[in-house]
């Protein structure tokens, strides 16, 4: 039977590869874990003390079904990453994330809640100037970036009327051992590995890079404090550096493989500065990334090799 001193926790997209990382930590902590999906990982694949739910978040009946129990808390890293340009499938994007969190926060009893953590991205800035403050104006120029700003105002909302208990940790760009295969950093380190001419853009944009370790953490601290709600903290590195760098780096230190520059075009519209201003967390959680660049591409790669 669960202590009552043991906090619930509704993970949503628990089994993509931040989430899976999440609950590893709350299920260390003694944390009563529940998982819902899309799909439920096989078997082997699932972690201990964690209940796994196949829920469509996108179907309220599906939530009302699986959903309707008291949670104190509850991470939504739930829809999948699209960052193509408007295009048709609008209507399929949206539903991934506008309406699954509305009928999340309708069918999840708000008695017990104490906090909602929504998991934001940086495209919701658009083409901001960078460093990108949480005060920009979000000028979304995607789908995706669409559909995460439109429900980072909608909890803006339902807090002031209704108080409702969210914060959103705002990520820049995550990366860390268990990242997918099709992802910037696994595809330049599987390039390299397997000794091979790939092409690159110029790679001269300029992005923000966050190893998995310090942005569980600062997730972690937003959900736990208190006093904490109703506004929104970029989680980052808060380190602007160039994509051509994090190749070099990778290539380096594997060192093999040949990355051809100036192969491939830029998405268009795209904003080639994305970096963090990380003040407002540094100042009000006292967080702090740990884990350097170098270090976290080390980690990486070596996870890499071991596990493919």
């Known amino acids: 039977m669960a202590s009552l001193n043991q906090p619930s926790i509704l993970v949503l997209g628990g089994t993509g590869f931040i989430g899976k990382?999440?609950?590893r930590q709350l299920v260390k902590k003694k944390w009563i874990v529940v998982c819902a999906s899309l799909s439920l990982p096989k078997k082997k694949n699932r972690l201990k003390n964690v209940t796994y739910y196949k829920v469509n978040l996108k179907s309220f009946n599906s939530v009302k079904?699986?959903?309707?129990?008291?949670?104190?808390?509850?991470?939504?890293?739930?829809?999948?990453?699209?960052?193509?340009n408007l295009r048709?499938?609008?209507?399929?994007?949206?539903?991934?994330?506008?309406?699954?969190?509305?009928?999340?926060?309708?069918?999840?009893?708000?008695?017990?809640l104490k906090k909602f953590v929504q998991i934001g991205s940086s495209v919701e800035y658009?083409?901001?100037k960078a460093p990108q403050k949480e005060s920009n104006k979000l000028k979304p120029i995607t789908t995706?970036?669409?559909?995460?700003a439109k429900t980072s105002n909608y909890l803006k909302k339902i807090y002031k009327k209704e108080k409702y208990p969210f914060v959103i940790a705002r990520l820049f760009l995550t990366y860390g051992p268990?990242?997918?295969?099709?992802?910037?950093?696994?595809?330049?380190?599987s390039g390299c590995l397997k000794n091979k001419k790939f092409p690159t853009t110029s790679g001269n944009q300029i992005r923000d890079f966050c190893y998995i370790d310090d942005t569980v953490s600062a997730i972690l601290l937003l959900l736990t404090n208190k006093?904490?709600?109703?506004?929104?903290?970029?989680?980052?590195?808060?380190v602007p550096v160039k994509i051509k760098t994090i190749i070099n780096l990778i290539n380096k230190t594997i060192g093999k493989g040949t990355p051809e520059f100036n192969k491939r075009k830029l998405h268009p519209g795209e904003n080639e500065i994305l970096y963090a201003d990380i003040k407002k967390i540094k100042k009000k959680?006292?967080?702090?990334?740990?884990?350097?660049?170098?270090?976290?591409?080390?980690?990486?790669?070596?996870?890499f090799k071991k596990n493919g």
Do not use: C
């Not at 926060?105 to 008695?111: A, D, E, L, S, T």
């Not at 990334?289 to 976290?296: H, S």
């Open 178 to 189: 268990g990242q997918k295969k099709d992802r910037f950093i696994p595809q330049i380190i």
């Open 285 to 303: 959680l006292n967080w702090r990334p740990k884990i350097g660049l170098l270090n976290g591409l080390k980690k990486t790669i070596t996870s």
């Open 227 to 238: 006093k904490i709600v109703g506004t929104t903290f970029n989680v980052a590195s808060g």
């Open 88 to 112: 048709s499938d609008y209507n399929k994007i949206m539903h991934e994330h506008f309406t699954a969190v509305k009928n999340i926060i309708k069918v999840v009893p708000r008695k017990n």
């Open 144 to 148: 995706y970036a669409l559909a995460k």
């Open 126 to 128: 658009g083409l901001a």
């Open 21 to 23: 990382h999440i609950i």
């Open 65 to 84: 079904k699986k959903l309707n129990k008291p949670f104190q808390y509850i991470i939504n890293l739930a829809g999948y990453i699209d960052h193509s």
